[in-house]
T-cell receptor
Framework: GDSVTQMEGPVTLSEEAFLTINCTYT??????LFWYVQYPGEGLQLLLK?????DKGSNKGFEATYRKETTSFHLEKGSVQVSDSAVYFC????????????FGSGTRLQVQP | EAEVAQSPRYKITEKSQAVAFWCDPI?????LYWYRQILGQGPELLVQ????????DSQLPKDRFTAERLNGVDSTLKIQPAELGDSAMYLC????????????FGQGTRLTVV
C-alpha cells in the first residue's frame, strides 16, 4: 500500500539557518503530495501541496518540489524563525483511489534564538 | 475563514465508559474523515464518509467504535467501552469535491482514558 517516510527528529536549528526535512513516498499511480504543520495541542494546518511531477509548492517561505524520479518531496526554507518550531508531516493522497491522506510519522523542528 | 469545528477539545474518561466526539465540517464539503493520532506519530485514518455513506472504515475497531453522519453534514464518533489504549488525539477533517486530496482539519479532541 501507499506509505510515506520522513527523516526522524528532532531537528534543532538556530534562527536564520537553512532547513531541509526529507520525505520519500511509495505509491501506485500518481499521488498528490502535501506538507502539513502541527503546533502543540492543535490540529494540522495545510502548509503546501503539489499535484504532479516537477510542481513546486510554496507558502510562507517554505518550498517543496515533487520529484517523481526519486519519489521525494523534501521541505525547505531558507531562513527559519523561532515561530517555525512545530511538527511537520509529509502526506500523500491518491486521486485515483480513496483519496484519504496517508501521513508520515512527523518531524519535530526546534528553532533556537 | 471557514473551519472544521470539533468538540469537546479535551475529554478525560474512565476505562469501560462510553465517550463521544462531534465534528462539523466546512460547509459544502461532502467528504469527512476521522483520524486518530497517537502521541509522537502521524494521524491514521479511522473512517471516511462521502455524504452520509461510509467509504472506508477498514481501520475502525468496530467492536467498540461507531461513526455516524446521518444527515450528511456533521458527524459523531463514539467509543464504548473506552480502553486505556484509546488515549490519543482524535482529528476530524473535511475535503471539498473536486479537490486534489487536501483535507482541512479541526483542532482535535484530546482523549485521556484513566
Amino acid at each position: 500500500g501507499d506509505s510515506v517516510t520522513q527523516m526522524e527528529g528532532p531537528v534543532t536549528l538556530s534562527e536564520e539557518a537553512f532547513l531541509t526535512i526529507n520525505c520519500t513516498y511509495t505509491a501506485t499511480g500518481y499521488p498528490s503530495l502535501f506538507w502539513y504543520v502541527q503546533y502543540p495541542g492543535e490540529g494540522l494546518q495545510l502548509l503546501l501541496k503539489a499535484t504532479k511531477a516537477d510542481d513546486k509548492g510554496s507558502n510562507k517561505g517554505f518550498e517543496a518540489t515533487y520529484r517523481k524520479e526519486t519519489t521525494s518531496f523534501h521541505l525547505e526554507k531558507g531562513s527559519v524563525q523561532v515561530s517555525d518550531s512545530a511538527v511537520y508531516f509529509c502526506a500523500l493522497s491518491d486521486p485515483g483511489g480513496r483519496r484519504a491522506l496517508t501521513f508520515g510519522s512527523g518531524t519535530r523542528l526546534q528553532v533556537q534564538p | 475563514e471557514a473551519e472544521v469545528a470539533q468538540s469537546p477539545r479535551y475529554k478525560i474518561t474512565e476505562k469501560s465508559q462510553a465517550v463521544a466526539f462531534w465534528c462539523d465540517p466546512i460547509s459544502g464539503h461532502a467528504t469527512l474523515y476521522w483520524y486518530r493520532q497517537i502521541l509522537g506519530q502521524g494521524p491514521e485514518l479511522l473512517v471516511q464518509f462521502q455524504d452520509e455513506s461510509v467509504v472506508d472504515d477498514s481501520q475502525l475497531p468496530k467492536d467498540r467504535f461507531t461513526a455516524e453522519r446521518l444527515n450528511g453534514v456533521d458527524s459523531t464518533l463514539k467509543i464504548q467501552p473506552a480502553e486505556l489504549g484509546d488515549s490519543a488525539m482524535y482529528l476530524c477533517a473535511s475535503s471539498p469535491s473536486g479537490g486534489q486530496g487536501e483535507a482541512f482539519f479541526g483542532q482535535g479532541t484530546r482523549l485521556t482514558v484513566v
